[in-house]
């Protein structure tokens, strides 16, 4: 009776083994560009791309990856159809799927372009084809942000406080409104803003507001502070870059024909903030492109 029960143990334990060491076509998933799920800005010339590989049967383990092909298009519909004008990368036998540098065209600047990978098993056995997934590019090249920071003539621009001792707190001031007319004289095929600020902001187009994000951009380094020897802080004042980050819009859809309005509120943020362990750069200002 022992070895009855040990010979089915044995034989159970050989079929589950057997399951386990199969193997299965793989499933590229979670596709990401630096980082980011189909961002709306990526103002880098060489993006990188990576991705998820899961197995289409749970009762597989240690699958691998052996090979990948990444595809570019210039819209979805080529995609979708084929026309892989702007990157194939043809098979290439590798096992890696994380921060895969594009190597096709010369990328352009405030174009979206999409992406798909299909990968292969160590069985050589292709996968379908992942979903759709794409990013947009920011501005490459300075010169190309054809627009100027604007804030309220009465505020000033120097901060409302230094880090000096004793320093006086200069008064606060409601968050400038800002509005300007503009018409579109043809057919909108495709239309992105660029937009920032010193400060937070929040962008209306014909009433509706753009985006739905909050408390943006995020904080930075904004600029050299000769004052920042008074803070007692230990760190060098020489940062590596300063830096404002931006944002990127479609607003294609919020567009009307002929007369258009464009709104935006800005807020101090970090950029005008009286705490002690910030003190403001300088006055509220916004930016867009």
Sequence with gaps: MKN????????????LFAVSVGYAKLKP????????????????PSPRLSWINEVTSK?????????????????KDKLLNGEFDVWDSGKRSSSDSYLIPYEGQQLQSAKDYW???MTWNRQEEASAWSEPAY??????????????????????EAPKKTLKPNSTVYPSYPSPLFRKLFNVKEDIVS???FVTGLGYFELYING??????YLVPNFTNYTVRDDLKYANIAIDNRFRNYRVMYLAYDITDLLQEKE????????????????HWVCPFGSPRFFVR
Excluded: H
């Excluded at 979670?30 to 990526?42: G, H, K």
């Excluded at 509706?208 to 994000?213: A, F, I, K, N, T």
């Design 4 to 15: 009855l029960n040990s010979m089915r143990i044995l034989y159970l334990f050989c079929a």
């Design 29 to 44: 998933v979670s596709l990401t560009c630096e980082y980011m799920e189909n961002p709306a800005v990526v103002d880098v």
């Design 59 to 75: 009762q597989i383990r240690g699958e691998v990856q052996k090979a990948y092909r990444i595809v570019v298009a210039s819209s």
């Design 115 to 117: 992406w798909r990978v």
């Design 135 to 156: 990013w947009g590019m920011g501005l490459l090249s300075a010169d190309e942000w054809k627009a100027k920071w604007i804030g309220v003539p009465w505020q000033g």
């Design 191 to 193: 239309a992105k803003v």
């Design 208 to 213: 509706e507001r753009v985006g739905d994000d």
């Design 260 to 275: 258009n309005v464009a709104g935006a509120i800005v807020g101090n943020g970090f950029y005008d903030c009286v705490s």
